[in-house]
C-alpha cells in the first residue's frame, strides 16, 4: 500500500504523459528545427561564409553548428518546461499533482526530465540536419553529450520557473524573447567573440550565455574564446539558482497553493 | 472511536484577508459517509482543499489514519482520493491514459483489470478510447471520479458530486457511493441539498461562515430538520389554546389569530385530520391554512441563533 521512499511510478507518469503530449506535434515539432537550420546554412553559410570562411582556423559553416544547437536547446529547454507546468496551472489540472503522493524532487523530475529529452532531441536532430550541408568533426563526443544535457536541464529548471512565475500565456514568451534570445544573438552564437572591437568585447564578457556557448564550442573544436572551466562553472552556478528557487516554491506553495 | 480523519483547530484566511475557516475541529469516523452541508462560500471547498494538500492552511493540523498531511504527505496523500467541485481535465487525454496516469502518480504499479471495473462501474468502458473535450460534462464527471479511485484510495473527497448532474447520474453516483463504502471506503461529501444528505450520509456536518455549527447523527438531525408547520388563520382570535386541543401542542400567535402546529411529515400519523377534527367539534373556525417546509437557509440560521443562545447562557 505504502509508497516507498521514492514515488518512481509517480515521476514515470508525469514523464510519459509530457512526452506523450510532444508525440501528438511530432511532426511539427521536428520539421521546425530541421527547416530552421536549413535557412540558417543557406543564409549564413552561403551568404555570409563565402566572405567569412574561416574562424580560429574552423570553416564558418561548421563553427556556428553549436551556437545553432544551443539556440534551439535554450528556446526548446524553456518552452518545453514552462509550457508543461503551466497547462495544468491553467486547466486546473494541477489539483491532482498536489493532492498526489509527489515530492516537490519528483514532480521537477518528471516535467524537466521529459522537456530536456525534448531539447536533447531537438538539439541532435539540428546537429544531423547541419551535417547534410557541412562536414561536422566532434573533438569530445560524450562530453558533448553531457554538456548539452547540463544545459538542457539547466534551462529546463528556468523554464519551470517561468512556468510556476506567468500569469498567463503571454508571460510564458516574454523571457525567451526578451531575454534569451538577444543574449544569444549577442552571445556568440554566430561569431567569435575575438572579432569584436573594445569596449564591445569586453561588455561581452558580462553576458552568461557566451560561456554556455564558448563551453560547448569546445566539445567541438577544443578551442574556445573563454576558459572552459569559467563555461562549465557558469553553467553549474546556474543549475543550482535554478534549483534552489524551485525548493523555494514548492517550501511555499508561490502560485501553486492559495 | 475508530476516527480515519482528525481534524484539530484547522483555520483559514486566504492572502485576500477572506476568513474561509475559523478554527474547526471535526473527526471522520472510519467506514463512514458523512455530508458537510452549507450555503456557497461556507468553507466547504476550503476545508476539503487544505486536507487534500491543494491550499495550504492558516493554522491547525490534519492527521489522515495517523499521518499528518504535512510531515507524513506521502502516507496521509496515498490513502485520499479527490474529486474537486469544478471538471478540471486534459483536453486531449484519452480516458484510458487519464485514469492510468493518476494511478501512477499515486505510486500503484500498472492494473488494467481493476482500471476496466472502475471505467465499466461508472458507465465509461465504451468511451475508453475517447479523449477528454469528446465527452459531455457529466461523462468527464465521471472520468474525474474514476481518476480519484484510480488509486483504490481508503478515502474518498466529493465535492458537489451532483452539482449540474442529471437525475440519472445522480441516482448512478449514490449507488457507486453506496458500494464503495461497502468496500469500506470513507466518503467525505459536500452538497447544498439537505435530500442529498438524508439519502446518503451517516452524518452530517453544517458549515456556515467557515464555522462548523453541527455535527451530528442523520437520522437525529433529520427529526429535527425533517419537521414541517401548519399555520391556520382563524375566522375568530382565541385568548389562548382551547384545552381541548391540548394533546397537539399547538401555540397561538401574539393577537390569537394564527395556531401553529409542527409535525413530522414522515410520522406514521400526522395528526392533522384528528387536529382538525378536534377544532371542528370546539367550534373553532379558520379562513385559511398552510403547512411549510424550513428551507436550507432558515435552518442555517436558527441554527446559528441557537448555538448563540447557548453560548449567552454558558
Ligand atoms: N483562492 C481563494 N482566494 C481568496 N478567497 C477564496 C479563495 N477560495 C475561496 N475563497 C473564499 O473563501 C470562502 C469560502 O470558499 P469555499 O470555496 O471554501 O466555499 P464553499 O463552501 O465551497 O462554497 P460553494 O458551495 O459555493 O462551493 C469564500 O468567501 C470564498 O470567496
Ligand atoms: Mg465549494
Known sequence: ?258 | MDSVLSIRGLSKTYKSGTVALKPVDLEIRRGEIFALLGPNGAGKTTLISIVCGLVNPSGGTVTIDGHDIVRDYRAARTKIGLVPQELHTDAFEPVWSTVSFSRGLFGRPGDDAYIEKVLRDLSLWDKRRTIMKELSGGMKRRVMIAKALAHEPEILFLDEPTAGVDVELRRDMWNLVRQLRERGVTIILTTHYIEEAEEMADRVGVINKGELILVEEKDALMRKLGKKELTLQLAEPLAAVPPELADWNLTLNGDGTELHYVFDPKGERTGIPSLLTAMRDSGIQFKDLNTHQSSLEEIFVSLVSDRRLGEARS
Not at chain 1, 135 to 149: E, N, R, T
Not at chain 1, 166 to 183: D, H, N, R, S, Y
Open chain 1, 1 to 258: 500500500m505504502s509508497v516507498g521512499a521514492f514515488n518512481h511510478r509517480g515521476v514515470l507518469a508525469v514523464y510519459r504523459f509530457e512526452m506523450h503530449r510532444f508525440r501528438r506535434t511530432l511532426w511539427t515539432g521536428l520539421a521546425v528545427p530541421v527547416i530552421t537550420t536549413s535557412l540558417y546554412f543557406v543564409v549564413f553559410g552561403a551568404a555570409i561564409g563565402s566572405r567569412m570562411t574561416e574562424i580560429d582556423g574552423i570553416a564558418y559553416g561548421s563553427f556556428i553548428v553549436p551556437g545553432l544547437m544551443m539556440l534551439s536547446l535554450f528556446t526548446e529547454s524553456i518552452f518545453n518546461a514552462s509550457f508543461g507546468i503551466h497547462m495544468p496551472r491553467f486547466t486546473g489540472t494541477i489539483y491532482e499533482l498536489l493532492s498526489a503522493p509527489m515530492s516537490a524532487f519528483e514532480t521537477v523530475l518528471g516535467y524537466v526530465g521529459a522537456a530536456a529529452t525534448k531539447a536533447t532531441i531537438v538539439a541532435l536532430v539540428i546537429l544531423a540536419t547541419a551535417n547534410l550541408f557541412v562536414d561536422v568533426q566532434i573533438a569530445h563526443p560524450f562530453l558533448m553529450l553531457a554538456y548539452l544535457l547540463l544545459v538542457a536541464a539547466t534551462f529546463c529548471l528556468f523554464g519551470f520557473i517561468i512556468g510556476i512565475w506567468a500569469k498567463g500565456f503571454e508571460q510564458l514568451q516574454v523571457i525567451p524573447l526578451l531575454v534569451v534570445t538577444p543574449l544569444t544573438f549577442l552571445g556568440g552564437a554566430f561569431y567569435s567573440i575575438d572579432m569584436l572591437a573594445e569596449p564591445w568585447r569586453t561588455i561581452t564578457l558580462f553576458n552568461p550565455v557566451v560561456y554556455l556557448i564558448n563551453g560547448f564550442r569546445w566539445t567541438f573544436f577544443g578551442t574556445a574564446d573563454v576558459p572552459v572551466g569559467y563555461a562549465l562553472a557558469a553553467t553549474f552556478a546556474f543549475f543550482l539558482l535554478c534549483l534552489a528557487v524551485i525548493a523555494w516554491i514548492f517550501r511555499t506553495g508561490y502560485r501553486l497553493k492559495a
